[in-house]
């Protein structure tokens, strides 16, 4: 069973629509990540938070906004998005020093 | 520029057979590599992973082996099971003064084990 929990596991939204997407771990993992996967793709990292500070941004457009209110939790707030940013959103944890990521079960999104 | 190749976009192999998944690097410094599966529309679970001070590592039947002078890793699933079927990546990353660096996937290989 997957530790890390995303919220919602769907989201349809317009071009306009102001949304977030939710993720939540509780095994004291103090770096957290979220990654974009599209079909047969790799998974390609975003952003990197590190003890609750942005570490990472892989110049992703502005128009995806992370947010880490605390150690537990990573948001991925969306605004004017465009369909071709439809894909699957996936939040990660770590330990601190640790090589393995532990996955959620991602977030489908599809941009109208 | 791809640090972390797979060659194999997919294998198919009979049930109860050896599957054996390939993944070359082309980055020295990675020291840790990792193996993801994912069925689709669910996020990567991890598998197994490997040190770069070691060779192999096993757990029921998942075997990885790493072969650094020629930079490469190989997964090997014996016996293949139905339920193996699924896309594995391949990912590796390397230890810096801050922290690991994020992981960086290969384009995975989709696996399917014929009943």
């Known amino acids: 069973d997957t530790e890390v929990t995303q919220t919602p596991k769907h989201l349809v939204m317009g071009m306009t629509n102001k949304k977030s997407l939710k993720c939540e771990q509780h095994?004291?993992?103090?770096?957290m990540y979220w990654y974009k996967q599209k079909a047969k793709k790799p998974p390609e990292l975003m952003f990197v938070y590190s003890y609750e500070k942005l570490s990472i941004n892989e110049s992703v457009p502005s128009r995806f906004s992370p947010e880490c209110p605390n150690s537990s939790l990573l948001n991925l707030h969306l605004h004017a998005l465009q369909p071709e940013d439809s894909a699957l959103y996936l939040c990660a944890s770590s330990p601190s020093g640790g090589h393995t990521i532990y996955f959620g079960e991602g977030s489908w999104l599809t941009v109208v | 520029d791809q640090q972390v190749k797979q060659n194999s976009p997919s294998l198919s192999v009979q049930e109860g057979r050896i599957s054996i998944l390939n993944c070359d690097y082309t980055?020295?410094?990675?020291?840790?590599f990792l193996w993801y599966k994912k069925y689709p529309a669910e996020g990567p679970t991890f598998l197994i992973s490997i040190s770069s001070i070691k060779d192999k590592n096993e757990d029921g039947r998942f075997t990885v082996f790493l072969n650094k002078s020629a930079k490469h890793l190989s997964l090997h699933i014996v016996p293949s099971q139905p339920g193996d079927s699924a896309v594995y990546f391949c990912?590796?990353?390397?230890?810096?003064?801050?922290?690991?660096?994020?992981?960086?996937f290969g384009k995975g290989t989709r696996l399917s084990v014929i009943a």
């Open positions: 990912a590796a990353s390397t230890k810096r003064n801050s922290g690991n660096t994020p992981l960086v």
């Open positions: 095994m004291g993992h103090r770096a």
């Open positions: 980055n020295s410094m990675f020291d840790y």
